[in-house]
């Protein structure tokens, strides 16, 4: 299996990076409360709402199987999404796996601030045109807002042989308020 058709649902369909604001103070008191955990911090809602949409539509598409699907909450903003499937042909039995970070920025301006001070040695702006999908990202993104998006990016770079075990795919996209990177991978 190539990853070009699963990408392409996933790059026009994701968005992500991670967003991580640090603040460091030094208590000497001893009644201070402690720094919540990943199951205590309060997600953002409309991140939460996009990830249960984005996997609604992942499903749905039936040109794939998904043999596993884990959500892994970074913070409050920022989620990690892994997944491994394979597409519903007789043509090949290649699986693939998919480990995306959405990130939700405050505004559409902000999120773009962060992709343009982004490292993108390497990769190719694919497309800057948002569209009206309706699978994936995009078709979640549109679920959540009731709207496409306005801001779309595609950042693309791959390395190693489309049919080969050591291909890897990483992607950089932007819909709106809401960055992805994703890594995909042929895994056997």
Same mark, same amino acid.
């Given at each position: 299996?190539? $990853?070009?058709?699963?990408?392409?649902?996933?790059? $026009?369909?994701?968005?992500?990076?991670? =967003?991580?604001?640090?603040?460091?103070?030094?208590?000497?008191?001893?009644? /201070?409360?402690? &720094?919540?955990?990943?199951? &205590?911090? #309060?997600?953002?809602?409309? =991140?939460?709402?996009?990830?249960?949409?984005f996997k609604?539509?992942?499903?749905?598409?039936?040109?794939?199987?998904?043999?596993?699907?884990?959500?892994?909450?970074?913070?409050?903003?920022?989620?990690?999404?892994? =997944?491994?499937?394979?597409?519903?042909?007789?043509?090949? &039995?290649? +699986?693939?796996?998919?480990?995306?970070?959405?990130?939700?920025?405050? /505004?559409?301006?902000?999120?773009?601030?962060?992709?343009?001070?982004?490292?993108?040695?390497?990769?190719?702006?694919?497309?800057?045109?948002?569209?009206?999908?309706?699978s994936g990202?995009?078709?979640?993104?549109?679920?959540?807002?009731?709207?496409?998006?306005? #801001?779309? +990016?595609?950042?693309?770079?791959?390395?190693?042989?489309?049919?080969?075990?050591?291909?890897?795919?990483?992607?950089?996209?932007?819909?709106?308020? =809401?960055?992805?990177?994703?890594?995909?991978?042929?895994?056997?």
């Amino acid at each position: 299996m190539q $990853l070009k058709p699963i990408t392409a649902i996933v790059v $026009l369909s994701l968005v992500v990076a991670s =967003l991580l604001v640090a603040g460091c103070t030094t208590s000497t008191t001893s009644n /201070t409360s402690p &720094t919540p955990t990943p199951s &205590t911090i #309060t997600h953002d809602a409309f =991140l939460e709402k996009f990830v249960t949409a984005f996997k609604a539509s992942w499903y749905a598409d039936k040109n794939y199987s998904t043999d596993a699907w884990e959500v892994t909450w970074i913070n409050g903003t920022s989620a990690r999404v892994e =997944l491994t499937a394979k597409p519903n042909t007789t043509a090949t &039995t290649q +699986k693939a796996n998919f480990v995306m970070t959405f990130t939700a920025f405050p /505004t559409t301006q902000e999120a773009t601030n962060h992709l343009n001070a982004m490292n993108k040695t390497g990769y190719s702006l694919e497309s800057s045109k948002c569209g009206n999908a309706t699978s994936g990202a995009p078709a979640a993104y549109r679920n959540v807002t009731g709207q496409a998006p306005q #801001t779309c +990016k595609d950042y693309e770079r791959s390395e190693g042989a489309s049919s080969s075990l050591d291909y890897r795919m990483y992607y950089i996209d932007q819909f709106d308020n =809401l960055i992805m990177e994703a890594t995909g991978k042929n895994v056997a």
